[in-house]
Nanobody, 122 residues
Framework: EVQLVESGGGLVQPGGSLRLSCTAS????????MSWVRQAPGQGPEWIAS????????TYRDSVKGRFTISRDNALNTVYLQMTSLTVDDTAVYFC???????????????WGQGTQVIVSS
């Protein structure tokens, strides 16, 4: 059974930074691409970034490119999302997901964690 547990969300001021973590179990983590997806209130899910199992290849949504960094530690079965220069538009519940994603596709909902809330507000 795929299990993903996110942590690290919270309240941060505009311009601030946060690092999200996601610990995985129940599948061969090092061979699985991983993604971060977010959902703002009243909106549908939005893919943010993906990372290959090896960690050597990453892709990002344009709106977060240069501000967010996805990384992973396969020894710890953990994927991270370092977020900097946060804006109010980044306010959302952030989910990690097992699988690759893109603008038109996200991993199946059954492969997501429970999410962690990020609120960007002054």
């Amino acid at each position: 059974e795929v299990q993903l547990v996110e942590s690290g969300g919270g309240l941060v001021q505009p311009g601030g930074s946060l690092r999200l973590s996601c610990t995985a179990s129940g599948f061969p983590f090092s061979t699985q691409s991983m993604s971060w997806v977010r959902q703002a209130p009243g909106q549908g899910p939005e893919w943010i970034a993906s990372i290959h199992g090896s960690g050597e290849s990453t892709t990002y949504r344009d709106s977060v490119k240069g501000r967010f960094t996805i990384s992973r530690d396969n020894a710890l079965n953990t994927v991270y999302l370092q977020m900097t220069s946060l804006t109010v538009d980044d306010t959302a519940v952030y989910f990690c997901a097992a699988g690759a994603g893109g603008y038109t596709v996200t991993p199946p909902r059954s492969y997501w964690g429970q999410g962690t809330q990020v609120i960007v507000s002054s």
